[in-house]
């Protein structure tokens, strides 16, 4: 088992950000995108402000409202995921 670390904040030295779309998802953290239900979450059009993704990126899909092989693959092949 690991050992418990303790430190104050004045031991750490805060960092800038890189953002992949500033200020709501920073590059290489992890994020959450939700939503309810028919809002276009898995529509591969632009996010609010025009922001759209240029690149590949992998994802971790968490769903509690489609069927992942009726909806959430058909909609990834649809949008050209590499689904491997």
Do not use: C
């Not at 805060?14 to 920073?26: A, F, R």
């Not at 529509?43 to 769903?63: K, M, R, S």
């Amino acid at each position: 088992m690991s050992e418990l670390k303790m430190f104050t904040m004045s031991e750490i030295q805060p960092e800038s950000v890189n953002w992949l779309w500033e200020p709501y998802i920073p590059s290489g953290k992890i994020s959450m995108i939700q939503g309810d239900g028919e809002m276009g979450k898995t529509t591969g059009i632009a996010l609010p402000g025009g922001f759209a993704f240029d690149a590949p990126a992998q994802v971790i899909v968490q769903n509690a409202e489609d069927s992942y092989n009726q909806t959430i693959r058909p909609r990834l092949e649809m949008l050209g995921a590499d689904v491997i």
